[in-house]
């Protein structure tokens, strides 16, 4: 992992919500992230690390939806990351055709925006697993809302082109400000770029100054 202040890679990649997932309770890291990394990772979310492969190799963000409740899952992560999860809180496999749960779950410890086109039953367990009310969106009128979006339990940062409709959903499902911003020199894809939660961030080492400081003013750091 290469640092400059909050400033991160992961795996080598400036997509670091891709390849990892943080909550108020835990900060999912991969294989590649060694004892440093964590150790970074530690002091800036200030929440322990945990090493998990999430089935299919080292994109744990894309794959894992969480939040300090618990974790819904792709149906391939295996038994094994199951129980590293279950150490941490609720787990269940997300029921669906369309799998990446943390492409297309945005989700705090209150709510959660999902891909519209998630069956009653994969919402009905993203609600019973993570312990939120889920409603069905869009943001910027993409459906992966996970990396179009960052939600912490003090605010949301949003893809650019979201519409006066969709913030007006946001606000009422979350009860929570909601700004726009980019990452990575312009990456309208925030959720790719950002990790957060109520006490820390990091983003993309391809994120510029003012960048940052929009995170820093969308997601309550700022005082």
Request: proline share 4%.
């Amino acid at each position: 992992m290469l640092v400059t202040d909050k400033r991160i890679k992961i795996a080598g990649s400036s997509l670091i919500g891709v390849f990892a997932k943080c909550t108020d309770k835990v900060v999912l890291v991969p294989q590649e992230a060694g004892e440093a990394d964590r150790q970074v990772l530690e002091a800036g979310l200030k929440v322990p690390a945990a090493v998990v492969l999430a089935g299919v190799g080292s994109v744990l963000g894309s794959l894992v939806a969480a939040n300090s409740n618990g974790f819904v899952v792709t149906h391939h992560a295996g038994n094994e990351e199951i129980e590293i999860l279950r150490e941490h809180g609720r787990v269940a496999r997300l029921p669906a055709r369309i799998n990446a749960a943390g492409n297309v779950i945005l989700v705090n410890d209150s709510a959660a925006l999902v891909h519209p086109e998630l069956s009653g039953r994969a919402c009905e367990t993203i609600e019973q697993t993570l312990g939120v009310k889920g409603e069905k969106g869009t943001i910027g009128g993409l459906k992966t809302v996970g990396m179009a979006g960052v939600a912490t339990n003090k605010g949301l940062l949003v893809h650019p082109r979201v519409s006066d409709e969709e913030i007006a959903v946001l606000e009422r499902l979350f009860g929570l400000p909601v700004d726009v911003g980019t990452v990575n020199l312009g990456s309208p894809l925030v959720g790719s770029g950002v990790l957060a939660n109520s006490y820390g961030y990091f983003a993309g080492v391809g994120t510029s100054g003012p960048e940052l400081g929009r995170i820093e003013d969308a997601l309550g750091y700022l005082v």
